[in-house]
């Protein structure tokens, strides 16, 4: 059965950073291309970041490139996401993914609120 937790979220001020996790069971990690999403009230899920199985090849979103940084560890099942200089328009509920051929599952998110 096909796990995702998400951790790290919380409340944070304006240029203030926070590490989000997901821990990850269930299925072949390191054969798994692995994505950061978030969603806001009132707008459509956006891709924020990805990463492939083996970590050599990575995407952002243009709003968060040099900002944010994903990065996994294969021995641990665990991919990270590094969120500094954050800003309020960051405030979302950010989810893991695991997507892969016959693969598409989601974790239960993590909110994130930047606000002073």
């Known amino acids: 059965q096909v796990q995702l937790v998400e951790s790290g979220g919380g409340l944070v001020q304006p240029g203030e950073s926070l590490r989000l996790s997901c821990a990850a069971s269930?299925?072949?990690?390191?054969?798994?291309?692995m994505r950061w999403y978030r969603q806001a009230p009132g707008k459509e899920r956006e891709l924020v970041a990805g990463?492939?199985?083996?970590?050599?090849?990575?995407n952002y979103a243009d709003s968060v490139k040099g900002r944010f940084t994903i990065a996994r560890d294969n021995a641990k099942n665990t991919v990270y996401l590094q969120m500094n200089s954050l800003n309020p328009e960051d405030t979302a509920v950010y989810l893991c993914?695991?997507?892969?051929?016959?693969?598409?599952?989601w974790g239960q998110g993590t909110q994130v609120t930047v606000s002073s």
């Open positions: 269930g299925f072949t990690f390191s054969r798994t291309t």
């Open positions: 990463i492939s199985p083996t970590g050599g090849t990575i």
């Open positions: 993914n695991a997507y892969g051929l016959l693969m598409n599952s």
